[in-house]
């Protein structure tokens, strides 16, 4: 499985392994390498006893990822700068878009929102509440965990996280298959799975015919 060898290659790396090495015992790619240990650089101590091409070669690579990194850096305060501050309407088309493409499509009585990622839950919040004038209180959250989750340690994390009450969390979903055997890329399913819902069929409504009027304007381009 690649998280185990994304275990191995980090415990190969910390013994002082260059690419080259973990490549060959893992048969690992340079650039999947690359990205599973950008965090785990030599340390001088190991780069002394190493033969001049090895530390000229991670020398090299610490300084094209520096290279990268400021070069992602800067692209993102162009973009946050060319984005933000968002208008209404401007955060009220890009939520009907998410909706669009994530979104809970087949149920006329509510909108509801599945993910596993916090920052497009909260962006889904933000934008009920805001654009949509649907109360906090009147959210209803449903976890889907794994079987090898601690339930309310996990009820307990999307509670603080969404600053939403327990009292309005269904109870979880559990799913009988392991999470270490789900968990391909650290961190992707790491809370489990978070479904927001909004039980209001005029929003519904709304919501569902935006989306149409958009599909419609595009189907005429």
């Known amino acids: 499985m690649r998280l185990d060898d ?5 415990d190969l790396r910390k013994k002082g392994l260059a690419y080259s ?18 965090n785990y650089p030599l340390s001088e101590d190991i780069l002394r006893k190493k033969q001049s091409w090895i530390k000229r070669a991670e020398n090299c690579r610490i300084t ?3 290279k990268r990194e400021a070069d992602l850096n800067k692209i993102y305060e162009d973009q946050v700068k060319r984005i933000f501050p968002l208008t ?17 499509k087949t149920d006329f009585t509510r909108i ?18 805001k654009c949509l004038k649907v109360s906090k209180t009147k959210l209803r959250i449903q976890l889907h965990l794994y079987s090898d989750m601690d339930t309310n340690k996990e009820v307990l994390y999307w509670s603080r996280e969404l600053k939403i009450p ?21 961190g ?27 599909a419609d304007f595009f189907k005429r381009v």
């Open 21 to 38: 090495e973990i490549g060959q015992i893992l048969n690992v790619g340079k650039s999947t390498l690359s990205y599973w240990l950008k």
């Open 6 to 10: 994304r275990k191995k290659a980090i």
């Open 188 to 214: 992707v399913f790491g809370h489990g799975t978070c479904d927001v819902r909004i039980f209001k069929a005029s929003i519904s409504k709304e919501i569902l015919m935006s989306m149409k009027a958009i």
């Open 88 to 104: 209404s309407r401007e955060l009220l088309i890009a939520g009907i878009f998410l909706y669009w493409g994530e979104g809970g």
């Open 64 to 66: 094209k990822l520096k």
């Open 112 to 129: 509801s929102l599945t993910n596993t990622d916090l920052a497009m839950i909260k962006f889904f919040i933000y934008w009920a509440t």
């Open 166 to 186: 327990i009292k309005q969390f269904n109870k979880p979903y559990i799913k009988e298959s392991l999470q270490k055997r789900i968990n391909h890329n650290s």
